[in-house]
């Protein structure tokens, strides 16, 4: 296949396309903006392998630009969509850049694709848009699927399921060939240190304390992000078109119980754990079903024991990595999140 990965230097991104291309004759275009969290460093190994290179092209630019985005499907056979702000704290400081991505983008991306259908109705291009399950909101027991109320409850989790909606508005009105994948909470290398399983990591390298919001019994679905480029892939190629997929990870953990295996695994105290306040609006529960895809043949292979194991190793290693990655307004950043919060912080 002739694949274009929007947001292909991100986090889960980069990952789909260096497995895809270990395990396909797939040629890639990825096209990202490198904000913050896109790092061009995330490609470098692929596009030195004398192997996987060749087929690897990087264009910088953002998928709101029309100009940018219609040449480049005009030589694909498919999109993934990885392209978004992610982090639920930011949204709740500065929500436009979260509306412009994932609103007008993910528009601009089903405009394209509509069109080029148009011009080669024999072989119309895939959008697959990657979405979160944040979109149904807390969930106080049992699980969601797929045809479960939206009910996001940050704004990030609203940009998400007004992308999805436009999704379905576009298999409806258009008969774009669109498949919807909602993820669990990803965790894996490479992932920017302003998420939580990655900035306890990196804070505990530190010695630094670990900030958690509220009690810390928030529970979360945790998917390794091997497991997640994988279903991605799969829905890919077999996803039913307008078709909605859960991607759970299985393993459900309280944010506290997380927090307490990675200081175990570098050996830190325990009273490096902070009760600090906590966000607005802050979802107690995540889960969601997974019938659907595994129907498809997709299992997680990784268990969460064993990913945030290598997953804290991979940090440790890679320290040159994470302190780039924080880039220069990190310490700025940092302050406004946690300072006051830690300030005022209690033992857990």
């Not at 024999?122 to 049992?142: C, F, K, M, N």
Request: one cysteine or more.
């Amino acid at each position: 296949m002739r694949l274009l990965v929007a947001g292909g230097a991100g986090f889960i991104g980069s990952t789909f396309v260096a497995r895809r291309l270990a395990g396909s004759g797939d040629t890639i275009v990825v096209l990202d903006k490198l904000t913050y969290a896109g790092l061009r460093e995330n490609l470098a190994h692929l596009e030195d392998d004398p192997a996987l290179g060749p087929r690897l092209r990087f264009v910088q630019g953002d998928i709101c630009d029309a100009a940018v985005v219609a040449p480049l499907l005009a030589q694909a056979d498919a999109v993934v969509n990885f392209a978004a702000e992610t982090h639920v704290d930011r949204s709740i400081t500065a929500a436009d850049d979260f509306l412009r991505t994932g609103v007008i983008g993910v528009h601009v991306l089903l405009e394209a694709v509509r069109e080029e259908a148009e011009r080669r109705p024999g072989a119309p291009p895939r959008l697959v848009q990657v979405s979160t399950d944040e979109v149904y909101g807390s969930i106080e027991s049992g699980a969601a699927d797929e045809d479960a109320p939206l009910a996001p409850r940050s704004p990030y989790a609203a940009t998400k399921a007004a992308g999805d909606l436009l999704c379905a508005a576009y298999r409806v009105t258009h008969g774009v060939d669109v498949v919807v994948s909602r993820g669990a909470n990803t965790y894996g290398p490479r992932q920017h240190p302003e998420k939580l399983v990655p900035l306890f990591i990196t804070n505990a390298l530190d010695d630094a304390p670990l900030p958690l919001y509220g009690d810390g019994r928030q529970r979360r679905d945790w998917l390794h992000v091997d497991d997640h480029a994988d279903a991605i892939a799969l829905l890919l190629e077999q996803g039913t078109p307008g078709g909605v997929y859960n991607v759970p990870g299985g393993d459900e953990r309280a944010n506290r119980d997380v927090a307490l295996a990675i200081l175990a695994a570098r050996g830190r105290s325990a009273d490096l754990l902070r009760s600090v306040a906590d966000r607005p609006g802050h979802d107690r529960r995540y889960a969601m079903t997974g019938e659907r895809i595994a129907a498809l043949g997709w299992r997680p292979r990784v268990s969460f024991s064993d990913g945030l194991a290598a997953t804290v190793d991979w940090y440790a290693a890679n320290r040159e990595w994470w302190e780039r990655a924080r880039g220069p307004g990190w310490d700025d950043y940092y302050e406004r999140q946690y300072g006051r919060r830690l300030a005022e912080s209690t033992a857990v």
